[in-house]
């Protein structure tokens, strides 16, 4: 008992390969890691000659499940470059695209990678035997996600309608109208996910997170804002690698980022939700308190809830955008490459993600740097191993596994991004 | 938890990849319970906590080989496989990470990483059948759910996959679309591109940019002159030729004759 490693060699029902390594020493924690052993793509040195037209299609192969948070952080930064802003119905319409994203990816991890946990199966598919209707209404929720991706986009994983400066096809306004009544049932159906998650088991388990996400003035984050922390940052995206170190661990293809004055940080759902309560839409807000979350949370076992509180957020948001929704005059607005430098940060489903280019007078790219949210979440997932685990330790051998796997899927890092698979193994000293 | 039925046994398997074509598995909503009616899902971990064992019916490959474990690991995937097959541009021709096939790999990491001795990798991303043989390679960057759909289905079935690997010309004209190349002078990859995406480019007022890689008989050479009859330069030929399926042979050799 008194020394012993544990070990989760490849994490299940995330995205991308990972493992857990826990090393006890008499009875405690004495280290907890996250490896990360997704093969690397080197996409910051292949967008090197590429032609800045070209990163959003480009980056949004680094992930097939949040590929629009890549296509706007890329539009976004090159037209800082180029000194474009994009207004009105084609902002609308980007902030849509962003809300098919968020249901799909949230009503993914919470009916199929992250629920399995609470009411103890190994997979949604198997959860689906006795828990139907919760999980028919999970995948319903995340169709419904991808229509809103399906139609604005052309198709649900890597859209071709998104460019520098707009779109290349805008939908009709008809075609939205048939979409709101889809979304219409969503917004029910997010709010019986709401219900439904509230009433799982959490364990006791707070965390003083350091907690990093973009705040708009008056709208819950998606594609703008200023980075902003629960202990007083408050910069524009400008200067986030003024403030934030990336380094080189030799257990993780993924580089470790930390706020350089204050160490460790959490991006995501929890930070969103906890430091831009005020901007959820009134619905989701009363859903909220209703499911018996504070205006702060800081128990990861509940971001299931807060997930779905922000699902609920993005059906509403979705209904008012259509609601006003005017054909604009063109999809996209003229541009004129030229030489600059152009940085954007957007709130991907999982978090923060930043991208800053450097681009020559015809816009080739010269430069590229991608900072995805899971990058900087590997530290405060390791923290809340060491943190937790430790209560976990006298579970059985398959308990503990199990607790270590929910305690990094608790924020469904996505490890294409940064890794995919666990395995425990319980070694003698 | 494990089913021991006579269905046929599923597994779905990662290599460097996006996670997108997988995903298309589970973007099947309405057909993904009814498909865990017909087959065992026995193991699918980005979906379901299970252990590899035994012998599989069918395997399903997403990603391409670019480290030595990985190289190792396809083949005992095979050896494990009665029928294996591949999914979307990485698996059957590198996809976008093997534009480091064309580039110098110690720059490249040195360009990402601060310590490039960490890193495991090889020097190419190659397809899976440069590895193992593989029963059917399945198009896409991602691939497309329906065909997906179709591939599975025609394995219980016990019969060829029926997937056209004409170009993305004839789903413009089945949709009545007209040709962006010609109607709006609009660099198109469309008809060397194989069709099975539904000319979702050409549909959005934009060309082809060929993520179902080369169709059955590409005349590149054709295209190239009708390109540079639009004013194509040499770096944007290239750029288009090489991108997702940079590797697979055709686009590769007709990228080569505009490369530096």
Redo the contacts between chains.
Sequence with gaps: MANRTIRVE????????GAVKLEIRDGRIHSAQLRI??????????L?G??YT?AP??TA?????C?VAYQMSAVHAMENALGIEVSGPVRDLRRLLYCGEWIESHA?HIT??HA?DFLGF?????M?RSHADA??RG??L??AG?EIIALLG?????P??V?VGGF??VPRKRQLAVLAERLKWAREAALETVRWTAGFEFPACDRDYRFVALRHPAEYPFNEGRIVSSDGLDIPSAEFEAHIDE??V?RS?A?HAQLRAAGPYLTGPLARYSLNFARLSPVAQAAALSAGLGRRCTNPFRSIVVRAVEVLHACDEALRIIARYEEPDEPACAIEPRAAMGIAATEAPRGLLYHRYRLEADGTILEARIVPPTAQNQAAIEEDLRRFSEEFLTLSPERLR?RC?QLVRNHDPCI?CAT????LELTGP | ?HDRSDKPRLAVW???????????L??C??E??AL?EAIE?AY????????IRGHYDLSLVE?SI??P??AERIRAVRRRSAHLVTLGACATAG???A??NF?DLR???A?????PA??H?LAT?SAIADHVPVDFELRG??V??RQLLEVISAFLAARRPAIPAHSVCLECKSRGLPCVLVAHARACLGPVTQAG?GA??P????GC?G?FGPQETPNTASLTRALAALGLERR?LL?LYR??NANAEAFRAESERHGE
């Excluded at chain 1, 490849?10 to 390969?17: A, Y």
């Design positions: 490849q994490l299940t029902r995330v995205e991308g390969e052993f997704e093969p690397p793509r080197f996409f910051e040195a292949l090197r590429r032609a070209e299609d480009i192969r680094i992930c097939g499940i590929p993914l199929m990678l399995p190994d997979s949604g598919i198997d689906a999980v028919r995948l319903a995340k169709q991808n052309g198709r649900e994983i890597h071709v309608t460019r290349y096809r380094t080189q030799k293809t580089l199990r796997e294409s995919h698979f666990l395995r | 938890m990662k290599f460097a990849s996006c996670d997108g074509c997988q995903l298309s589970l973007d909503e309405p993904l319970l865990g899902i699918f971990p980005e979906a379901a906590t299970r252990p990603g670019s480290t474990r990985d996809g976008i990470q534009l480091r580039a720059e490249f990491m360009a990402v990483y601060a310590h960490y890193i990798t991303s960057c991602p497309n759910k995406c979702i480019c549909a959005c007022h934009r940019y993520c944007e750029r991108s997702f």
